[in-house]
């Protein structure tokens, strides 16, 4: 914790998670039994998912809260899982700010306009609590229904929306969003500051509202070297975390392919560390440091194998998991869509009876 004040907003994480195991785990705090949620565990692979989304579009399911509530709750009836994950995504805030963009099925946020210029900044105002009314009525509504399970709330990194942005869509190489990072630093240093601002609000009014917990998903800064990362995106990153660390709430920080990138990643302000599939939790332990509990990590791949093969799979996941501070047991990476739903509940009872003190 830093030594920021509480902020004075009106907080209403629910008394009832606040003894949660999920909690207990971040915390690095004894607990029954190690505690498992999915990364996309919402949408996806679930059919009763697509059957309440059926002709609605991405991105108005997430303006609508009663429908945001059920899909969120969703996987923890099927798979009583210990944390709720609150339906939405990355590019939420930057549509409620009047960005023009889509989320394509199959392929993902795309961006009518990208983002290349000092002007096109000016598209990137606040994020003000009233443009995303329907997440805190939602969050209110979600924290009544999930009594003791912990809702964790989420934000896209400014590295991640920001190639989003400058790309105009998913990319692979990141070749815009690079070419400004390296040849025009100033330009690059005002987005992300412009994006971490964004991210904090939007993260803020998810605590506010009730979230336990929140996740800052850096799914592609995997992409950047240790000495990039730290010059021109950690600032960003820590700026976020800075902004909600008064609230007490635990702070996971998460990217895809960072083995390199860890300990800057747990530097930047983070209570707990997601790892992806390719380093190993003792491993990243080293790495991250400061006796922080680290989330992850089973490669989602595994579950397409039989059963005994993903049982000892998430079976040496908990083994070098023994010795952490803390852990909550995940996927390295979100569920893929074909993901066998049953497989997931199979798997969440693994880890609880395994674990089970
Ligand atoms: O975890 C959950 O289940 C909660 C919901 C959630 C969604 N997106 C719903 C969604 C979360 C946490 C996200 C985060 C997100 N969105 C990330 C970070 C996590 C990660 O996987 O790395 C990223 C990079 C995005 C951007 C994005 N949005 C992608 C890559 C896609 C998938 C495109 C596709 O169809 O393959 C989306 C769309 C999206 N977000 C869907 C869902 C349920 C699919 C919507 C649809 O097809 O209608």
Known sequence: MSGNERPTGQQQTSTAAAGS??????????????????????????????????????????????????????PVRRHKVDAAIYFSDIVVPLKAIGLDLDIKPGVGPVVAEPIRTRADLQRLRALEPDDVAYVTEAVGMLTGELGSVPLIGFAGAPFTLASYLVEGG??????HTKAMMYGE????????????????????????????????????????????????????????????????????????????????????????????????????ARRVGGGR????????????????????????????ARDLPGHVFNLGHGVLPSTDPDALTRLVDFVHTQTQA
Request: include cysteine; aromatic fraction near 8%.
């Open 21 to 74: 195991v999920f909690l207990k785990a971040c915390r690095g705090e004894p607990v029954p039994h190690t505690p498992v949620w999915f990364m996309r565990q919402a949408g996806r692979s679930l059919p009763e998912y697509l059957k309440v989304r059926e002709g609605i579009p991405m991105l108005e399911s997430c303006m609508r809260p009663e429908l945001v509530t059920e899909i969120t709750l969703q």
């Open 170 to 175: 998913p990319s692979r190489n990141h070749e």
């Open 293 to 320: 509990a680290l989330q992850g990590n089973l490669d989602p791949a595994v579950l397409f194998a039989p059963r005994s093969a993903v049982e000892s799979a998430a079976r040496d996941v908990l083994d070098t």
């Open 185 to 284: 630093p100033r330009l690059w240093a005002d987005l992300l500051d412009r994006l971490a601002d964004i991210t904090a609000a939007f993260l803020r009014v998810q605590i506010e509202a009730g979230a336990s917990a929140v996740q800052l998903f850096d799914s592609w800064v995997g992409a950047l070297a240790p000495a990039d990362y730290r010059r021109s995106v950690m600032p960003a990153s820590a700026k976020v975390f800075d902004a909600v660390a008064g609230y007490g709430v635990p702070r996971i920080h998460f990217g895809v392919g960072t083995g390199e990138l860890l300990g800057l990643m747990g530097e930047a302000g983070a209570d707990v560390v997601g790892v992806d599939w390719r380093v190993p939790l003792d491993e990243a």
